[in-house]
């Protein structure tokens, strides 16, 4: 089996890392696509060597530019490589343009796309990485979600819930294999005198860094916050609207704000896992922290992590000045906030999402479920029902039993995802019920 995978981005690098890890493990053939979205050092190539990934195959070199722009460039580039190379199966992580790209063009050519992290949502379609995930969604084969909650938020829009495997994050494989390297490796907290508590700092959505009111915003907030050492590595897109803006000036100015390029893995590891708070409007940030036990202030007015959020590791602040300023006060002189922060249950799983993410592909290309079915292997004729069921009856006993396809249960008034094992007494079911064997 030969798997394509596509990669863009700096958090793509490091999610895919372990998937990667786990695919040269088991000897797999592979090819490994990188768009070139991200360039700089600081951006790239530091993680392939801090993660020890091969260099990639293809680099399609896109750069920056406009989203269009961009995504046909990869589009384009893509293309060519899965017609060279056709691979038995395309993977993609997350929700970039690389994301996108990747999986329209591989859903064109019929290749079948897994995608891990699937199923998150904000349900905010401003934000361009709302519209890469759905659309990457709509084209994959294969759903590697991390959490139960966005298994349901899968098969509530329609996918096929024998398609969606709960994983868990590979942030989580990722950050724990990772971690205890770092803590040989890194030097990172040698380079700043910390005399007060540290909040790291993150910040790179185009909504708050393009934005000129909102940036002003948390530039304020940070000024003010003068008991905190922060350290806040900046992402380019942040540094160019910092200095477009006029506010970097500010920044710099305060000794207790420390300004550095973005660093590396394993120093980034390090460093957040001995901060005492984290403030950032990154993905996978609000995922490492609650990984790492480290309270969350996250830059957003929603998130496609709400799992963070329920259980108390991450407080959504948006960009208003006070709210920022209030809560980073409230983490750093309440222990009780503190510590319940600190005690929230990481939702992402265990660090063994890549081994069940190759499990199951494997399982299902050996099994010859992994292919895009011609038409006349379609079976769609069926009626769409509803029905309370009043009996013992597992999901896998109705479905054999009635010739059918349970896609939601519902109990107490909740969509749930129908795990095979499901007792369905009590509960409604919407399926398909075929009308042919
Ligand atoms: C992209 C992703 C975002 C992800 C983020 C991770 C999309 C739509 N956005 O956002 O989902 O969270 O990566 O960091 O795919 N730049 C450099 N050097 C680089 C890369 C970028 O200077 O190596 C500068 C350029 O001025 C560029 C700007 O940063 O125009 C933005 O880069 P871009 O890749 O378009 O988006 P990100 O903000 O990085
Ligand atoms: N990260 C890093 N160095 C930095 C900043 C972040 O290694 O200077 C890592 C961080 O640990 C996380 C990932 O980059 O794993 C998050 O990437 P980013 O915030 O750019 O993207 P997002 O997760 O929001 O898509």
């Not at 209030?326 to 309440?334: C, F, K, Q, R, S």
């Amino acid at each position: 089996m030969k798997i394509a995978i596509v990669i863009g981005t700096r958090p793509e690098i490091i999610k895919m890392a372990p998937v990667i890890d786990e695919i040269i493990k088991r000897n797999l053939d592979y090819v490994l696509i990188h768009t070139g979205q991200h360039y700089d050092h600081e951006m790239s190539d530091q993680f392939f060597s801090d993660l020890e990934l091969p260099t990639p195959d293809y680099n399609i070199g896109v750069g920056s530019g406009s989203h269009g722009e961009q995504t046909a460039e990869m589009m384009k580039g893509i293309e060519n490589v899965f017609v060279e190379e056709k691979p038995d199966m395309v993977m993609v992580q997350g929700d970039t343009n690389a994301v996108l790209a990747g999986a329209i063009v591989a859903s064109k050519l019929h290749i079948p796309v897994g995608h891990v992290e699937a199923g998150l949502r904000s349900f905010d379609k401003t934000m361009p990485e709302e519209i890469n995930r759905m659309v990457a969604d709509v084209c994959s084969q294969l759903y590697y979600v991390p959490t139960e909650e966005s298994a349901v938020n899968l098969i509530v829009e329609g996918i096929n819930p024998k398609n969606v495997i709960i994983t868990g994050n590979t942030v989580v494989d990722a950050c724990l294999r990772n971690l205890k390297i770092a803590e040989n490796n890194s030097d990172i907290l040698d380079q700043f005198e910390v005399d007060e508590k540290i909040l790291t700092l993150t910040m790179h959505r185009a909504e708050n860094v393009d934005n000129l009111e909102r940036l002003t915003q948390i530039t304020d907030a940070l000024i003010e916050l003068d008991e905190l050492t922060i350290i806040f590595p900046v992402h380019p897109r942040t540094l160019k609207n910092l200095e477009n803006f006029g506010l970097l000036s500010k920044l710099v100015k305060k000794d207790n704000i420390k300004l550095i390029k973005p660093i590396g893995y394993l120093d980034f590891l390090l460093l957040l896992s001995n901060s005492d708070m984290v403030m950032t409007d990154s993905g996978g940030l609000q995922e490492e922290a609650i990984t790492l036990d480290v309270p969350c202030m996250t830059l957003r007015y929603n998130t496609e992590r709400p799992e963070t959020v329920t259980a108390g590791g991450n407080i959504l602040v948006g960009s208003n000045k006070d709210k920022i300023i209030e809560t980073a006060n409230l983490i750093m002189n309440d222990p009780k906030t503190r510590e319940t922060m600190k005690k929230a249950i990481n939702p992402y799983g265990d660090g063994k999402a890549s081994s069940r993410i190759l499990n199951v592909t494997l399982t299902d290309y050996e099994n010859g479920e992994l292919e895009i079915k011609s038409p006349e292997n379609i079976m769609n004729q069926f009626k769409r029902k509803i029905e309370l069921i009043e009996s013992n009856i597992t999901v896998r006993e109705f479905e054999s039993t009635q010739n059918a396809l349970i896609r939601v249960v519902y109990e107490n008034n909740e969509a749930t995802f129908p795990h095979e094992d499901l007792d369905l007494k009590n509960k409604l079911v919407l399926f398909d019920k075929y009308l042919q064997n």
